[in-house]
């Protein structure tokens, strides 16, 4: 799209803005736009931000690199130099020569440009990203029309560069000696060849939607020069990178997405930036865009007191929003921005705000700006905090003194039950608070539960090789910690090659090992596992309706510890739709097990994790369950059931007794023969009461009637799971309800405008 090169100048509105910080747009003039100057000639208008230099020119294919040919013109106010370049063509490289007032020449690239040269090369490069035409004006009204905080949200994170690969060949040049780098050299070779935009709009929205994720989660696409930061050091804050292909190309992967009924969530950087010499690192010859290096990263911190940097900034977060149709923003490195001394231990260099206190007054003043910024024009895109402490408020208004996030992860959660999972069995009722502890404070914020790519890289190995035991313990915990993921409130995100427990730690210059699946039953037993059990969160709104509320929860018994088996209910808006969990993280299965249940009727269980057809043992419950009028855990009405070895399971009321039975009279065992409880297992001692304190100690009811479950269990239990999971699976998600009115800071209504 040809734009007169008059309209393309700044103006001095545009200026102001830019200085203020509240240029959001700054993208329509800023870079490189295609253009037609008075007499019709064509070739495109720049624009660079660059104070305090001598001169600043245009370089590239167009004038063969001559760092004379195409000067640029200073504005009288506001250090922006722009001007009009002839005969440059679409998909010109180019790069701006600024002259340093010491004589000094840089090389950059474009802060602005809207695409980049494929790494390893450094130039940016013309690009016109108008002309898309979009097929999901469906999916933007209804996430027009949906609430956010009563809808699901289950992500599935990745990498692109490394969820699939064309082969599996060593790229690059070998050594001399005719070997290629490996996995334990500093930079090893890179297996097989990327996947395009292309390719991925097909295979990887293909596998998602068949996996029943929500949304997809990417990790930072913008431009970025080594493959080993995995896109976390950017040069290029406009340019989606490269690698994959053309921005138009990506457009058509989320446009492909959004068909697919899939959100899409980008990673941004706004903590600091790559320090590359091409990129924005001392811009003109000083620093510029920042204000210091990050102590522990080595990465430049953003300079958030300058307006022309907020303007940058947040005029890249609606930019993604806007040109790409993202459907959600994870800021990362929140922590880092919100603390003057991040990462710094010597007590000799930390700093202080005016009020003795170290806050960053300026970096929360910049978040709040950008969520608010967001919840102003775009209402409906979901803003997510990679916030590691307990700072307070950071998913409630900025009016209301908070951050204004929708969402925050959960890193507590997250580092506490890994921890806890990895313990091994006979340690496990010593660690249950660890289990127990989050629901102190899931409702204090709108939070999204972690399990990420920073927990299977870097030494902390895959998440199947942290289970103890034997391979069957191993596989039969991994489907406990999902099952736990999944019926614990708050959203959920799960790494890729999580769902198929892949052995390796996650390597970004290879493909995940899909191959595994394929050719093992253990690992596919897993993918269908975390197949049917998203297909399970979908179809059932007790898991996501109030997901971030406390009357969407409560406790049947958070206490003992002994078994180690907690259990819970999670409620909708429905009554109906109420969900009773219980799960079990001790290898021994437990036989006419008393559990306390909120009303009197038939139980039927929906979903087991230890069903034979996800690799389990088969220890389920058939048929209808009766309650007795036997008070347990704090309830009038309890059911016996069998628990599963290392799994959880699901029962859903599903009508009232037929006819009332004397008290006392004993419930049908999950096999539906009557079973006689031992005289032990029917006492209860000191029951948990409903909604008690996860932390407040009591003592774990007693059952004397356990034993052992066999390995294997009769064919109709199989056959009964695998229709609770067909069943589950051929439920479609309910249909999104209309945004709620923002609630006060006591209600924690996350909403911003």
Same mark, same amino acid.
């Given at each position: 799209?040809?734009? =007169?090169?008059?309209?393309?100048?700044?103006?001095? /509105?545009?200026?102001?803005?830019?200085?203020?910080?509240?240029?959001?747009?700054?993208?329509?003039?800023?870079?490189?736009?295609?253009?037609?100057?008075?007499?019709?000639?064509?070739?495109?208008?720049?624009?660079?931000?660059?104070?305090?230099? $001598?001169?600043?020119? #245009?370089?590239?294919?167009?004038?063969?690199?001559?760092?004379?040919?195409?000067?640029? +013109?200073?504005? $009288?106010?506001?250090?922006?130099?722009?001007?009009?370049?002839?005969?440059?063509?679409?998909?010109?490289?180019?790069?701006?020569?600024?002259?340093?007032?010491?004589?000094?020449?840089?090389?950059?690239?474009?802060?602005?440009?809207?695409?980049?040269e494929k790494a390893p090369g450094t130039a940016s490069r013309t690009y016109d990203i108008s002309g898309y035409s979009w097929g999901d004006e469906a999916w933007l009204a209804k996430r027009a029309k949906a609430d956010?905080?009563?809808?699901?949200?289950?992500?599935?994170?990745?990498?692109?560069?490394?969820?699939?690969?064309?082969?599996?060949?060593?790229?690059?040049?070998?050594?001399?000696?005719?070997?290629? &780098?490996?996995?334990?050299d500093p930079f090893p070779a890179q297996r097989g060849e990327f996947y395009s935009y292309d390719d991925l709009s097909v295979e990887l929205v293909d596998y998602v939607r068949s996996m029943g994720y929500s949304h *997809?989660?990417?990790?930072?696409?913008?431009?970025?020069?080594?493959?080993?930061?995995?896109?976390?050091?950017?040069?290029?804050?406009?340019?989606?990178?490269?690698?994959?292909?053309?921005? $138009?190309?990506?457009?058509?992967?989320?446009?492909?997405?959004?068909?697919?009924?899939?959100?899409?969530?980008?990673?941004?950087?706004?903590?600091?930036?790559?320090?590359?010499?091409?990129?924005?690192?001392?811009?003109?010859?000083?620093?510029?865009?920042?204000?210091? *290096?990050? &102590?522990?990263?080595?990465?430049?911190?953003?300079?958030?007191?300058?307006?022309?940097?907020?303007?940058?900034?947040?005029?890249?977060?609606?930019?993604?929003?806007?040109?790409?149709?993202?459907?959600?923003?994870?800021?990362?490195?929140?922590?880092?921005?919100?603390?003057?001394?991040?990462?710094?231990?010597?007590?000799?260099?930390?700093?202080?705000?005016?009020?003795? +206190?170290?806050?960053?007054?300026?970096?929360?003043?910049? #978040?709040?700006?950008?969520?608010?910024? #967001?919840?102003?024009?775009?209402?409906?895109?979901?803003?997510?905090?990679?916030?590691?402490?307990?700072?307070?408020?950071?998913?409630?208004?900025?009016?209301?003194?908070?951050?204004?996030?929708?969402?925050?992860? /959960?890193?507590?959660?997250?580092?506490?039950?890994?921890?806890?999972?990895?313990?091994?069995?006979?340690?496990?009722?010593?660690?249950?608070?660890?289990?127990?502890?989050?629901?102190?404070?899931?409702?204090?914020?709108?939070?999204?539960?972690?399990?990420?790519?920073?927990?299977?890289?870097?030494?902390?190995?895959?998440?199947?090789? =942290?289970?103890?035991?034997?391979?069957?313990?191993?596989?039969?915990?991994?489907?406990?910690?999902?099952?736990?993921?999944?019926?614990?409130?708050?959203?959920?995100?799960?790494?890729?090659?999580?769902?198929?427990?892949?052995?390796?730690?996650? =390597?970004?210059?290879?493909?995940?090992?899909?191959?595994?699946?394929?050719?093992? /039953?253990?690992?596919?037993?897993?993918?269908?596992? #975390?197949?049917?059990?998203?297909?399970?969160?979908?179809?059932?709104?007790?898991?996501?309706?109030?997901?971030?509320?406390?009357?969407?929860?409560?406790?049947?018994?958070?206490?003992?510890?002994?078994?180690?088996?907690?259990?819970?209910?999670?409620?909708?808006?429905? &009554?109906?739709?109420?969900?009773?969990?219980? *799960?079990?993280?001790?290898?021994?299965?437990?036989?006419?097990?008393?559990?306390?249940?909120?009303?009197?009727?038939?139980?039927?269980?929906?979903?087991?994790?230890?069903?034979?057809?996800?690799?389990?043992?088969?220890?389920?419950?058939?048929?209808?369950?009766?309650?007795?009028e036997t008070p347990w855990n704090g309830r009038e009405q309890s059911v016996i059931i069998r628990v599963p070895p290392l799994g959880g399971l699901v029962l859903h009321r599903t009508g009232a007794l037929r006819k009332?039975?004397?008290?006392? +009279?004993?419930?049908?065992?999950?096999?539906?023969? %009557?079973?006689?409880?031992?005289?032990?297992?029917?006492?209860?001692?000191?029951?948990?009461?409903?909604?008690?304190?996860?932390?407040?100690?009591?003592?774990?009811?007693?059952? %004397?009637?356990?034993?052992?479950?066999?390995?294997?269990?009769?064919?109709?239990?199989?056959?009964?799971?695998?229709?609770?999971?067909? $069943?589950?699976?051929?439920?479609?998600?309910?249909?999104?309800?209309?945004?709620? %009115?923002?609630?006060?800071?006591?209600?924690?209504?996350?909403?911003?405008?």
């Amino acid at each position: 799209m040809q734009t =007169r090169d008059s309209s393309l100048y700044l103006s001095d /509105d545009d200026l102001y803005l830019l200085a203020k910080g509240e240029w959001y747009r700054s993208y329509d003039k800023m870079g490189a736009h295609q253009a037609v100057d008075e007499n019709g000639t064509e070739g495109f208008h720049f624009a660079v931000w660059a104070p305090q230099v $001598k001169s600043v020119h #245009v370089i590239g294919e167009f004038n063969n690199w001559d760092e004379g040919a195409n000067p640029l +013109t200073k504005t $009288k106010t506001g250090d922006v130099w722009q001007g009009f370049a002839p005969g440059v063509q679409m998909g010109s490289l180019y790069k701006y020569v600024i002259e340093t007032n010491s004589g000094k020449r840089l090389y950059k690239a474009d802060p602005y440009a809207f695409f980049a040269e494929k790494a390893p090369g450094t130039a940016s490069r013309t690009y016109d990203i108008s002309g898309y035409s979009w097929g999901d004006e469906a999916w933007l009204a209804k996430r027009a029309k949906a609430d956010k905080l009563k809808s699901p949200l289950n992500i599935y994170e990745v990498h692109l560069g490394s969820w699939r690969r064309h082969g599996d060949e060593p790229q690059g040049d070998p050594r001399p000696d005719g070997t290629y &780098p490996g996995p334990g050299d500093p930079f090893p070779a890179q297996r097989g060849e990327f996947y395009s935009y292309d390719d991925l709009s097909v295979e990887l929205v293909d596998y998602v939607r068949s996996m029943g994720y929500s949304h *997809i989660e990417l990790m930072p696409i913008m431009e970025h020069p080594f493959d080993g930061s995995w896109g976390y050091q950017v040069t290029g804050y406009f340019a989606p990178t490269a690698r994959y292909g053309e921005p $138009k190309q990506f457009k058509h992967f989320v446009d492909a997405c959004h068909e697919a009924g899939i959100g899409v969530i980008l990673d941004w950087v706004p903590g600091g930036f790559c320090a590359d010499e091409q990129g924005l690192a001392t811009f003109n010859g000083e620093m510029l865009y920042e204000n210091e *290096i990050h &102590p522990n990263w080595g990465t430049h911190k953003f300079d958030f007191s300058r307006g022309q940097v907020r303007t940058f900034l947040i005029s890249n977060l609606l930019y993604w929003i806007d040109e790409y149709h993202a459907d959600g923003i994870r800021m990362d490195g929140v922590t880092s921005m919100l603390y003057l001394n991040f990462g710094v231990d010597d007590p000799r260099l930390k700093k202080f705000n005016s009020r003795g +206190t170290e806050e960053d007054d300026e970096a929360i003043a910049f #978040v709040r700006q950008c969520n608010s910024t #967001v919840g102003k024009y775009y209402p409906d895109v979901s803003m997510i905090a990679e916030e590691s402490t307990a700072w307070p408020l950071v998913t409630y208004p900025p009016e209301d003194g908070g951050l204004g996030f929708n969402f925050k992860w /959960d890193m507590g959660w997250m580092n506490d039950t890994l921890h806890y999972m990895q313990t091994d069995f006979p340690y496990r009722p010593g660690n249950h608070r660890l289990l127990t502890f989050s629901t102190m404070y899931q409702f204090n914020e709108n939070f999204v539960l972690p399990l990420s790519h920073d927990e299977v890289v870097n030494g902390k190995c895959s998440l199947i090789t =942290r289970m103890p035991g034997d391979y069957w313990r191993q596989f039969a915990g991994m489907r406990a910690l999902a099952f736990y993921q999944m019926t614990h409130a708050g959203g959920k995100l799960n790494f890729m090659g999580n769902e198929i427990a892949q052995f390796i730690e996650w =390597r970004y210059y290879e493909g995940i090992q899909y191959f595994l699946a394929e050719q093992y /039953d253990t690992h596919r037993h897993q993918q269908q596992f #975390v197949a049917a059990l998203n297909a399970f969160y979908n179809a059932h709104p007790a898991l996501w309706q109030r997901s971030y509320t406390s009357d969407g929860f409560e406790w049947i018994d958070a206490d003992n510890a002994k078994q180690s088996i907690i259990s819970f209910i999670r409620k909708g808006d429905d &009554p109906k739709d109420d969900l009773v969990i219980l *799960i079990n993280f001790d290898v021994n299965a437990r036989e006419d097990f008393r559990l306390g249940v909120p009303e009197e009727g038939y139980y039927e269980e929906l979903f087991n994790s230890d069903a034979e057809q996800f690799g389990g043992s088969g220890v389920v419950n058939i048929g209808k369950l009766e309650t007795s009028e036997t008070p347990w855990n704090g309830r009038e009405q309890s059911v016996i059931i069998r628990v599963p070895p290392l799994g959880g399971l699901v029962l859903h009321r599903t009508g009232a007794l037929r006819k009332r039975r004397a008290t006392g +009279t004993r419930a049908r065992s999950a096999t539906g023969t %009557a079973k006689k409880a031992a005289p032990a297992a029917e006492k209860e001692v000191r029951p948990a009461a409903a909604k008690r304190s996860a932390a407040k100690k009591s003592v774990a009811e007693k059952d %004397a009637g356990e034993k052992p479950a066999a390995k294997k269990a009769a064919s109709r239990a199989g056959s009964s799971s695998a229709r609770a999971a067909k $069943k589950a699976a051929a439920k479609s998600a309910p249909a999104a309800k209309k945004p709620t %009115a923002r609630r006060s800071a006591s209600s924690k209504a996350p909403k911003t405008k």
